[in-house]
């Protein structure tokens, strides 16, 4: 018996399911008219989202409780064809443990029929990870400082905003720089930042079988890209998380904050580690190991402005 898609929000199609064993789905998605290595169909935490909805297939009477090697392929050839499918291939690796390779597969439009038609080009890696699943979500550890690290109640900026006020042009800002609602760099190799649900993101996923918190994961990721910029005046892009724990999902209605830090950088090369906290100062998910590579210069893609160290941490000190 087939599941019912309606279920997962990013699933189209459900090519077949094995329970407690494998699983294969698919998506069709439009892809960039240059892509390149840094372009993907969909934003990280979109991509997440979809290769736990894949793992889901093959426990769905359990709750996503964890990541681990967590890592995104470089592109090593452009498809002929715009139009693609984002296919995830789940397979049991032990008790609650999924492992999930997601790939785009170009699709071919007939010109005789009209119809779509697989094309015969190799699928493009994009992304695998080892997914953990449990009955319930586990105890979330006490915050040594809970008050120090307790969501603050001011709204100092949007994303937009943030992004325009540091030389950016805020209509070239993607949508999902949103989720952060205010960001201040508090020491040297630390930010911490307010999220927000975006109502773009809000729209795409409605409420109900979401298992990653997309939109407060790609708020933890731009934070971490605007302290690596703020140290090396660079773009950045994910490239892998070594593991990822949640604790429970967020509210819809609920402000959460973010607590990154860098833990090590060589040659364009960052890692780093974020904390999400509820209201209650409570943490919802940590990220650790999350790698992070600097954009070649010469990339054709709109980067973040390049602007001095000391202009960067003023933009983002509460005025």
């Known amino acids: 018996m087939q599941p019912d898609t309606s279920q997962y929000p990013l699933l189209e199609d459900v090519a077949e399911v094995f329970r407690g064993e ?6 069709d998605v439009r892809l960039p008219a240059e892509l390149d290595a840094e372009t993907r169909p969909l934003s990280a935490s979109m991509e997440l989202e979809f290769l736990a909805e894949v793992g889901a297939l093959v426990y769905p009477d359990r709750v996503l409780v964890g990541m681990r090697d967590v890592r995104w392929f470089l592109r090593a050839a452009e498809p002929s064809s715009s139009e693609a499918r984002l296919v995830g291939r789940a397979r049991r690796e032990g008790d609650g443990e999924v492992s999930v390779f997601l790939s785009v597969e170009p699709v071919s439009t007939g010109s005789a029929t009209g119809g779509a038609e697989e094309a015969t080009e190799e699928p493009i890696p994009v992304c695998r990870a080892i997914l ?5 979500y586990g105890p979330a550890p006490w915050p040594q400082h809970q008050r120090m690290l307790a969501p ?4 100092l900026q949007n994303g937009r905003q943030l992004y325009a006020s540091v030389g950016g042009q805020g209509d070239r800002v993607p949508e999902s720089l949103q989720v952060v609602s205010w960001a201040r760099l508090c020491e040297l190799g630390r930010i911490q930042g307010g999220l927000i649900h975006p109502r773009a993101m809000a729209k795409v996923l409605p409420a109900s079988r979401i298992q990653v918190a997309p939109a407060a994961l790609e708020g933890a990721l731009h934070l971490v890209k605007w302290l690596w ?19 429970r999902m967020p509210r819809r209605d609920e402000r959460l904050m973010c607590d990154a830090r860098l833990s ?7 890692s780093f580690d974020a904390h999400l906290l509820g209201q209650d100062g409570i943490p ?12 070649p210069s010469e990339d054709l893609a709109p980067t973040l402005p390049r602007l001095s160290w000391q202009s960067f941490v003023k933009s983002l000190t509460p005025r």
């Open 284 to 295: 919802v998910l940590e990220l650790r190991g999350i790698a992070m590579a600097s954009l």
């Open 22 to 27: 494998s699983a294969v789905a698919k998506r």
């Open 132 to 136: 953990h699943f449990e009955q319930n």
């Open 264 to 270: 090590g950088a060589s040659s364009g090369l960052a």
């Open 229 to 247: 910029y703020s140290f090396s005046g660079e773009g950045s892009r994910e490239m892998a998380i070594s593991e990822a724990t949640w604790f």
């Open 152 to 155: 603050r109640s001011e709204n």
